[in-house]
């Protein structure tokens, strides 16, 4: 009756997120002038990076599927809990 | 021509560089190309917020004044879907107060091939229909002589549902330990093995044995299959979106629910973010008003800044804010007053509302530079 374990990356309201190395990152936190814990936050055990291996601190960067720009670039920053 | 506009793909979003390859001619000469592609970035530039910009009020104006109209059309719309969905003005405050219990909890469920072409649909859909023993027994009955618990059951519904008495027995056992079964034609009967069980206790027996979970998805109360477009799909109510996902027969990519926070823990904060958004605008333009998607992509993205999904509400966003005044001057102002002085915080006057407050200019637009650049002095 039930399979094991949906990929839920091919869910419809998923985006795609990719870990960032440490130069992108610093890159992105030059650009806006902020530190890593300004930007949004994403919590460690969320679904959607279970497989990225990230820890505390870490930057995801997340494509998002916009209708107003097409596609737009996210960032969020892994914390605890 | 492609390597030119290649190099604007920073400068400018894809939706507009995907219609300026469309558009433009593949004959242009280079010349024309540069201008056109710089006369876009300027535009585009001119077009986006200016920093100081206070979109929060813009989005609150824009999305509260055509909600003042959508409180009358809720009554037409009221009742008429396949089945009672909340719509309308109180479906957004339900969704931007982030509540996590929904009034009508709802599933869209989407299926392979071949159950989307109508292939057992209606047995389909049934198995999906949480089922518990209330629901397939004519009565309960407690013979106070005895201290025992009769159980009729349906044979019809049994039969419908494809139930034997012997599951029923089985998937009774482990919620009524210490106690006999003895079954009879089509009832039940269940006798404390103990000789000193009293009255009370057995009420409470009863009542828990009625809501056992002899089938189906746990929470889904009601199952409608629907055809949409060309394919057939279930819409329940009453919302399980993780266990929903595990059947066979569903195709998990499209299914989907309208609990935010169920999306949350299943999907990520990611997913609940688009589904705040796809709930809102649905809603919005269902009652055919117009309201720029900009607006609810605001709100969405701040009721999901924190990690977790947060409503508009004291406990939710309001209560994130830095600023003592700024949260006292929203709701239980006291409370906020008092606890603030108790642990001795500082308010850095950062923000809007607490400098209306003590009558100094608000940081948005032109008062905002002079807190940004460092002055000399």
């Given at each position: 009756m039930t399979k094991s374990g949906f990929d839920?990356?091919?869910?419809?309201?998923?985006?795609?997120?990719?870990k960032v190395s440490e130069k992108e990152k610093s890159e992105v936190l030059e650009k806006y002038h902020i530190s890593v814990y300004d930007l949004p936050l994403i919590v460690k055990n969320d679904p959607a990076i279970k497989e990225l291996d990230v820890k505390?601190?870490?930057?995801?960067?997340?494509?998002?599927?916009?209708?107003?720009?097409?596609?737009?670039v996210f960032y969020r920053c892994v914390i605890n809990v | 021509m492609t390597d030119a506009i290649k190099e604007y793909e920073d400068k400018l979003p894809k939706s507009i560089i995907d219609s300026l390859r469309e558009n433009i001619p593949a004959s242009i000469s280079q010349a024309k190309?540069?201008?056109?592609?710089?006369?876009?970035?300027?535009?585009?530039?001119?077009?986006?917020?200016?920093?100081?910009?206070?979109?929060?009020?813009?989005?609150?104006e824009s999305i509260g004044e055509p909600s003042t109209q959508m409180t009358l059309n809720t009554f037409h719309f009221a009742g008429v879907a396949e089945m009672n969905v909340t719509v309308g003005l109180p479906r957004i405050i339900e969704i931007l107060d982030g509540r996590k219990e929904l009034s009508t909890p709802s599933m869209e469920i989407y299926l392979n091939k071949p159950y989307s072409e109508g292939k057992d649909i209606k047995k389909l859909a049934l198995s999906i229909k949480e089922t518990t023993l209330d629901d397939i027994s004519l009565g309960f009955e407690i013979n106070i002589v005895d201290l025992s618990i009769l159980i009729k059951l349906d044979r019809e519904l049994m039969r419908n549902a494809s139930f034997t008495v012997a599951t029923v027995v089985n998937s009774l056992k482990a919620q009524t330990k210490g106690f006999n079964i003895k079954v009879d034609d089509d009832s039940m009967e269940l006798k404390s093995r103990s000789k000193d069980i009293n009255l009370n206790d057995l009420y409470k027996v009863k009542e828990k044995i009625k809501a056992t979970h002899m089938k189906g998805v746990k929470g889904?109360?009601?199952?409608?299959?629907?055809?949409?477009?060309?394919?057939?799909?279930?819409?329940?109510?009453?919302?399980?979106?993780?266990?929903?996902?595990?059947?066979?027969?569903?195709?998990?990519?499209?299914?989907?629910?309208?609990?935010?926070?169920?999306?949350?823990?299943?999907?990520?904060?990611?997913?609940?973010?688009?589904?705040?958004?796809?709930?809102?605008?649905?809603?919005?333009?269902?009652?055919?008003?117009?309201?720029?998607?900009?607006?609810?992509?605001?709100?969405?993205?701040?009721?999901?800044?924190?990690?977790?999904?947060?409503?508009?509400?004291?406990?939710?966003?309001?209560?994130?804010?830095s600023s003592v005044l700024a949260r006292a001057s929203f709701e239980t102002p006291l409370k906020h007053i008092i606890n603030a002085a108790l642990v001795g915080?500082?308010?850095?006057?950062?923000?809007?509302?607490?400098?209306?407050?003590i009558n100094q200019p608000v940081p948005i637009g032109t008062g905002l530079p002079s807190l940004v650049t460092k002055v000399k002095k």
């Open positions: 839920i990356k091919k869910h419809f309201l998923v985006p795609k997120h990719t505390p601190g870490d930057v995801v960067k997340i494509l998002r599927k916009s209708p107003t720009a097409g596609e737009a | 190309l540069k201008q056109i592609l710089e006369q876009t970035v300027a535009e585009y530039n001119e077009s986006k917020a200016d920093p100081g910009e206070c979109i929060g009020n813009i989005s609150a889904i109360s009601h199952v409608l299959p629907v055809k949409r477009g060309d394919e057939y799909i279930i819409i329940t109510a009453g919302s399980n979106l993780k266990d929903v996902l595990k059947l066979e027969f569903v195709e998990p990519e499209r299914t989907k629910t309208n609990n935010i926070f169920e999306i949350a823990s299943v999907l990520g904060i990611e997913a609940a973010r688009q589904a705040v958004i796809n709930e809102v605008y649905g809603v919005i333009e269902s009652q055919g008003l117009n309201v720029d998607i900009r607006h609810i992509m605001l709100v969405a993205d701040v009721m999901c800044n924190s990690g977790y999904v947060r409503g508009i509400t004291r406990y939710g966003v309001v209560s994130e804010k915080e500082i308010d850095y006057l950062e923000s809007v509302v607490e400098n209306v407050m």
